[in-house]
């Protein structure tokens, strides 16, 4: 499973990089700046850290708990994140929590 999952997750965030940096140009403006390092460092901190915490649910054999779980980092991400992008993520990290109170 493992092996499957991270070139998954390796190709989505450089098609969202790459998506990214040619809409950027396109609007001309930057991509790279103060406000985009703040968005990713808000969206990395849970993401990581529920990534290291579904590691060692795989590792004591609990993946029953894997999708609850992973929405709700997914979830906790995109509310931390949404005070620099649109308020939209907000909602939508709200919404996967619900989803993952429903889901298990």
Same mark, same amino acid.
């Given at each position: ?6 070139? =998954?997750?390796? @190709? $989505? #965030?450089?098609?969202? %990089? ?33 990534? =290291?915490?579904? @590691? $060692? #649910?795989?590792?004591? %054999? ?36 619900? @989803?993952? #109170?429903?889901?298990?």
């Amino acid at each position: 499973m493992l092996s499957f999952a991270m070139p =998954v997750m390796v @190709l $989505s #965030l450089l098609a969202a %990089g790459v998506m990214t940096y040619v809409k950027s140009q396109r609007i001309k403006q930057q991509f790279w700046d103060a406000s985009s390092r703040r968005l990713l460092i808000n969206l990395m901190i849970p993401m990581v850290t529920g990534g =290291v915490f579904l @590691l $060692s #649910l795989v590792g004591h %054999g609990l993946v029953n708990m894997i999708a609850p779980v992973s929405l709700v980092f997914y979830g906790m991400a995109l509310i931390n994140a949404s005070k620099y992008s649109i308020a939209d993520l907000r909602y939508l990290g709200f919404l996967e929590i619900v @989803l993952r #109170l429903v889901s298990s």
